[in-house]
């Protein structure tokens, strides 16, 4: 996914073409998002091989196969709506029983999937007693943002996320290893 709400970055996701996906590396390329950025994004190994089945699946449904066909499309090869992405998201979410609101809205939303990768990725470091600080960057770019600060946004305070960092900072208070 993209860093950026926008129509524009939601265009920019549905219109990921086949030129776009590297699946012997495992590699996305992200083009035209915010401010007209293009990155690369690796995936993890289950949404490679997902990646795999879906484009087998293209080939054997005979759907336009050029470089400049959209992974996601319809059956007549027009990108899939932002509205079709959003119902089939909400419809996935109801099945496995998540529910929610904040604010009068129904969550989870499925730009708050990023926001969850960012936390998640943050506690698994605190966990692995990793340089959060060295890795902080890092995460940055793979969400797209040029700086920490894009990346804020999305570090919400979780119990476990709080946790992981009191230890680390009453070690560090402590005159443990941790700096």
């Not at 997902?50 to 066909?69: F, I, K, M, T, Y």
């Not at 059956?75 to 929610?100: K, N």
């Not at 040029?146 to 992981?164: C, I, R």
């Amino acid at each position: 996914m993209c860093c950026y709400t926008g129509p524009d970055c939601a265009s920019a996701r549905r219109r990921l073409a086949l030129a776009d996906v590297d699946l012997p590396e495992a590699v996305l390329t992200i083009r035209g998002t915010k401010f007209y950025k293009s990155r690369l994004v690796p995936v993890g190994p289950q949404l490679a091989k997902v990646l795999n089945a879906h484009v087998a699946l293209r080939r054997r449904r005979d759907l336009a196969e050029g470089q400049d066909s959209f992974l996601l499309a319809n059956q007549d090869g027009t990108p899939l709506a932002s509205s079709t992405v959003q119902e089939a998201f909400d419809a996935l979410r109801r099945i496995a029983g998540v529910h929610g609101t904040a604010g009068g809205r129904q969550i989870p939303r499925l730009h708050d999937l990023r926001h969850s990768f960012a936390v998640h990725n943050l506690t698994a470091w605190y966990r692995q007693e990793a340089d959060v600080q060295r890795l902080l960057p890092v995460l940055s770019t793979y969400l797209g943002h040029s700086d920490l600060e894009g990346t804020k946004v999305y570090l919400s305070m979780t119990p476990e996320l709080l946790q992981q960092a009191s230890v680390r900072f009453a070690r560090y208070a402590g005159g443990g290893r941790d700096a």
